[in-house]
């Protein structure tokens, strides 16, 4: 059946493969024509051989995730216009590479808003009508850093999927008797590429005291080993067909977590026992009915 979902985050390379998997699959995707980065532009673009595809249905709809009047009024305009909102991806991220110490207090809080509080305001807007419904689904993009080994000059951006992740893992039990399913997408560790083209600190004076000092040699390290255990080119399209993949599978048979790749940074292993640590507790406490969603009839 198709299903009527927003996609955040849709100018990276996740964003724009996911809407392409989703719309030849044959559902209604909308995406905001104004990133989480305040650049204009939504940054999907088909072609015409998609477009021409019989079903192929992605919709641009002026909203920015960093404005609470925003995403309400946006959200407003999709359940007027289907009547129904049935998936939301939370795909909006920024990636940051550095010294933790030479991020301000302030790009911190940047980073943080659009990484986590975006999925908050989405999440507001849109959950009363999800639990109207009593069925919807909430799919997060977070990463393997989240939980893995951690890398040096990955602090902060780390620190902010840990963030996410936490959040999902909350909504995930709060949500569950409400017929609002979760599913977490962890991606894993990305080629050296991807954090060389990343955001930088500002404090351009701390960073430099960093890689004058005896830390001098960590980015070259750590990058160059992370080359040898990353396989090029797996992640965009592998999360893109995940998430398609998720969506498709019927009401209450979906993962609570979808890993990818080799476990290099042992971030899998990490949530297997987290999650299994997780549902213990709620057994535990009597409340292992949330660690699957309820059918609402």
Same mark, same amino acid.
């Given at each position: ?35 989480? *980065?305040?650049? *204009?532009?939504?940054?999907?673009? &088909?072609?015409?051989?998609?477009? %021409? ?5 992605? #919709? ?11 995403? *309400? ?15 939301? !991806? ?7 590479? +550095?010294?933790?110490? &030479? ?5 911190? &809080? ?55 992740? &936490?959040?999902?893992? +909350? ?5 569950? #008797? ?38 001098? *040699? ?29 969506? %498709? ?7 609570? @977590? !979808? ?16 999650? #299994?640590? @997780? ?19």
């Amino acid at each position: 059946m198709s299903k009527v979902i927003v996609v955040t985050g849709a100018a990276n390379s996740i964003g724009r493969n996911a809407c392409r998997e989703l719309a030849l699959a044959g559902h209604r995707v909308y995406v905001s024509t104004r990133d989480a *980065n305040g650049q *204009n532009g939504h940054g999907f673009e &088909a072609t015409g051989a998609e477009t %021409d595809k019989p079903g192929f249905d992605v #919709r641009t709809l002026a909203f920015d995730v960093g404005s609470e009047a925003s995403v *309400n009024a946006a959200i407003e305009t999709i359940v007027a216009e289907n009547d129904r909102l049935d998936v939301i !991806v939370h795909n909006a991220r920024q990636v940051v590479y +550095g010294p933790t110490e &030479a991020f301000t207090p302030e790009q911190l &809080a940047e980073l943080y808003d659009i990484n986590v509080l975006s999925a908050q305001r989405l999440n507001r807007a849109a959950l009363p009508q999800l639990r109207k419904q009593g069925q919807g689904l909430l799919i997060w993009i977070t990463s393997s850093c989240a939980r893995g080994g951690s890398v040096p000059f990955l602090g902060a951006y780390a620190s902010s999927k840990a963030a996410m992740d &936490a959040l999902a893992l +909350g909504y995930a039990g709060e949500l569950a #008797r409400w017929g609002v399913e979760t599913s977490i997408i962890v991606p894993c560790a990305l080629g050296p590429g991807h954090y060389v083209r990343s955001g930088r600190p500002t404090d351009a004076v701390r960073a430099e005291e960093y890689a004058d000092g005896p830390t001098a *040699n960590l980015t070259e390290i750590a990058l160059a080993r992370t080359a040898q255990l990353s396989q090029k080119d797996r992640v965009p399209q592998d999360v893109a067909s995940a998430i398609a993949n998720v969506v %498709d599978m019927p009401f209450g048979q979906r993962p609570l @977590r !979808v890993h990818f790749g080799r476990d290099d940074d042992g971030a899998a292993a990490v949530d297997a026992v987290a999650d #299994r640590v @997780r549902a213990e507790l709620l057994r535990r406490i009597g409340l292992e009915d949330i660690l699957a969603p309820a059918i609402i009839s």
